[in-house]
């Protein structure tokens, strides 16, 4: 299936008469193309979902426009995408009356809203009360969220190798999470280490986007092996988010394969 297909059908989730599943998963993210791009290569691996999973933005015109045709003035907008700004959409968006009428929301307590955000600064001096203020707001409203630390990087890390967590080892994954301790650092660390395990996100083509994932480094397996690593990461499960190294990207991924699991069992 082309990249086109796949996004028209995120673009257009439609309720079926099929006892499975009627839920659909709407998502509000932080990334204009990695977790666009790897919830389109997980929809072509899940085929019975791709119409369970749509992507809520204020920018719906330019979503509906291929990743990699995008102009770099579109990506800017939106990448404009604060966690306060990513529950905003996703209110905005349920509550809005056309789209309650075209989804009929009332009717279907199962649908699940989500938005997708890093660590990041955002647990940092004054933005603190802000990110609190807003994962308070999204539990008030029946809204979830998966959060990773220190970067989504960390997830589609975990789907090829174990995090690495030695504290002693010099090349730890975990020496850049974002703790009490170690404050919010660009690196790119997480990019080299999917180049160096032979699975990059930059890729040659230059009319490609920047961390662009290509499907045939994930398959079902692997997105097993990148849950079984997530949890075991979350352990104990964090009450919130994660304030070490991991990613509850996890949670979000599992529903979504649940809906596939009730296709299977019937």
Not at 4 to 17: A, D, G, L, Q, W
Not at 55 to 71: G, Q, W
Not at 84 to 101: C, E, G, M, V
Request: charged content about 30%.
């Amino acid at each position: 299936m082309s990249e086109r297909k796949m996004f028209e059908s995120f673009s257009s989730p439609y309720r079926t008469i099929e006892r499975e599943s009627h839920k659909i998963i709407f998502i509000s993210c932080e990334g204009s193309v990695t977790e666009e791009e790897y919830f389109n290569m997980f929809s072509a691996l899940y085929p019975k979902i791709q119409n369970r999973i749509h992507f809520v933005s204020v920018k719906e015109d330019i979503l509906s426009i291929p990743v990699e045709k995008r102009t770099e003035a579109q990506n800017k907008e939106l990448r404009k995408s604060s966690p306060d700004q990513l529950l905003k959409k996703l209110l905005d968006f349920r509550n809005d009356p056309t789209k309650k009428a075209k989804y009929d929301f009332d009717n279907y307590d199962e649908d699940e809203f989500w938005i997708i955000a890093d660590i990041d600064d955002h647990t940092e001096g004054g933005k603190l009360r802000s990110w609190n203020n807003t994962l308070s707001q999204c539990d008030s409203n029946g809204c979830k969220y998966a959060i990773s630390n220190p970067f989504f990087e960390i997830w589609l890390l975990l789907h090829h190798d174990d995090a690495l967590t030695d504290e002693d080892d010099p090349n730890s994954d975990s020496h850049w999470a974002v703790t009490d301790s170690h404050k919010y650092e660009k690196t790119s660390h997480f990019t080299d280490r999917l180049n160096d395990l032979g699975f990059p996100l930059s890729p040659d083509q230059p009319d490609l986007p920047p961390k662009h994932i290509n499907p045939e480094h994930y398959t079902k397996e692997k997105i097993k092996n990148a849950i079984d690593r997530a949890k075991k990461l979350d352990t104990p499960p964090c009450t919130v988010y994660p304030t070490t190294l991991g990613t509850t990207v996890y949670k979000l991924v599992k529903s979504i394969v649940e809906i596939d699991d009730r296709y299977e069992a019937n």
